[in-house]
């Protein structure tokens, strides 16, 4: 005789029903269809943030966002890829995320009304142009590459082009 995976029809409807759900909004589901592993799934879904997360023989990708040119960014973004960056390049990550929230307040789309700095890190035209974003003609309000080119240019010594805030920061 064969064993049933489930052990009554109630359970099963409640794994299918659960399982086509998950899979319409877009998730990849790779489970062992238990109903303590559907609510790890749960938990994880509706409590963290992240693109995969892993529960023993469970894997979820949500599918990463992607943001356009003039898109808003949310801020958790914008601090979770200054981190990121910070950790890559070597950078002391409070003093970064202290130093983005100075300039823009986390806005990528900050603009100084005063001069022409722009983005996360407040980089102005012709500094920017000097960078090689800049010479790729890629835009200040490109949240990722300006968090970069402040990164690199941090990691060179060359806090004195945030000075105000710097000072701020001591």
Request: proline content about 0%; aromatic content about 10%; glycine content about 8%.
């Given at each position: 005789m064969k064993k049933r995976k489930y052990k009554t029809k109630k359970q099963k409807r409640r794994i299918f029903i659960t399982k086509g759900l998950l899979m319409s909004i877009g998730?990849?589901?790779?489970?062992?269809?238990?109903?303590?592993?559907?609510q790890k799934i749960y938990d994880y879904l509706f409590t963290w943030d992240f693109a995969v997360a892993e529960v023993n023989s469970i894997r979820i990708e949500k599918p990463v966002e992607e943001y356009k040119y003039n898109d808003q960014i949310p801020v958790k973004v914008i601090k979770a890829e200054i981190i990121k960056q910070a950790k890559t390049y070597g950078n002391d990550e409070q003093f970064m995320l202290e130093l983005a929230f100075c300039e823009s307040g986390y806005n990528n789309l900050a603009e100084n009304k005063k001069s022409s700095a722009e983005g996360v890190y407040q980089f102005l035209y012709g500094t920017f142009r000097e960078t090689e974003s800049g010479r790729?003609?890629?835009s200040r309000f490109d949240y990722k590459k300006n968090i970069q080119e402040a990164m690199i240019?941090?990691?060179?010594?060359?806090?004195?082009?945030?000075?105000?805030?710097v000072n701020k920061l001591k």
């Open positions: 998730l990849v589901v790779v489970i062992n269809y238990s109903i303590i592993g559907l790729n003609h890629i240019a941090i990691k060179r010594g060359e806090k004195w082009r945030w000075r105000e805030c």
